[in-house]
């Protein structure tokens, strides 16, 4: 079977960064994806990552390591309206219909 | 433009009354999926479509059946609703195999409330 783990909140700085962190466990991986959702709206795609390494794509970076089962979205020069949750979802090895395990979500909180 | 639309966008029903909610994407994507989100859950996968006339359960699709009559138009149907059913629910597309299958995307939502 699958699992995804996120914490359900974080708090940062504006200016500063935060790092969302995601778990899995699953019998084939073949995948992690970002998602960012605003309060009342639809997740939208952030970022793809198969292979392990750090993928920078500007404002932000995704990280992932297959053996530990692990990944981070990091956000830097953080903005108020980065205030939102990030959703953190696992594709596995011939997952039919290319479905994907979500994440409960990290709600991030950027304060002044 | 919107490229999935949803509707309608709020609902209010009672017990064991029957549910329909749409879903239309003008992405020709084969792939269209149903999740419901519920606090400390997250996206939860009820159906899925491979395409016009094909679906699938997904992890939760008890209390639900689907419906894919062409490539557009994918909907969710509740029979007999229950207060359990409350949720919002999300209708996605996505690419099949030689697309980019990595992006789903989603609907505006359905708010959905069982009295």
């Known amino acids: 079977g699958q699992g995804v783990e996120q914490p359900a909140k974080l708090m940062s700085v504006e200016g500063t960064f935060a790092r969302v962190n995601c778990t899995y466990s699953?019998?084939?991986?073949?995948?992690l994806s970002w998602y960012q959702q605003r309060e009342g709206q639809a997740p939208v795609f952030l970022s793809y990552?198969?292979?392990?390494g750090l993928k920078d794509s500007g404002h932000f970076s995704t990280f992932l390591s297959r053996s530990n089962g692990y990944s981070y979205l990091l956000l830097t020069e953080l903005q108020i309206k980065d205030s939102a949750s990030y959703l953190c979802?696992?594709?596995?090895?011939?997952?039919?219909?290319?479905?994907?395990?979500f994440g409960i979500g990290t709600r991030v909180l950027v304060r002044p | 433009e919107a490229a999935v639309t949803q509707s309608p966008r709020n609902k209010v029903a009672v017990t064991g009354g029957k549910v329909t909610l749409s879903c239309n994407q003008t992405n020709n994507h084969n792939n269209m999926y149903w999740y419901r989100q519920d606090t400390g859950h997250g996206l939860r996968l009820i159906h899925y479509?491979?395409?016009?006339?094909?679906?699938e359960k997904g992890d939760i699709p008890d209390g639900y059946k689907a419906s894919r009559p062409s490539q557009e138009n994918f909907s969710l149907i509740l029979e007999l609703a229950t207060p359990s059913q409350t949720s919002v629910y999300f209708c996605?597309?996505?690419?099949?195999?030689?697309?980019?299958?990595?992006?789903?995307?989603f609907g505006p939502g359905t708010r959905l409330t069982v009295l």
């Open positions: 699953t019998s084939g991986f073949n995948g």
């Open positions: 479509s491979y395409g016009a006339g094909s679906t």
């Open positions: 990552v198969v292979l392990d």
């Open positions: 979802a696992v594709r596995a090895r011939n997952s039919a219909g290319n479905k994907l395990t």
């Open positions: 996605a597309s996505g690419a099949g195999l030689g697309g980019n299958y990595a992006e789903q995307f």
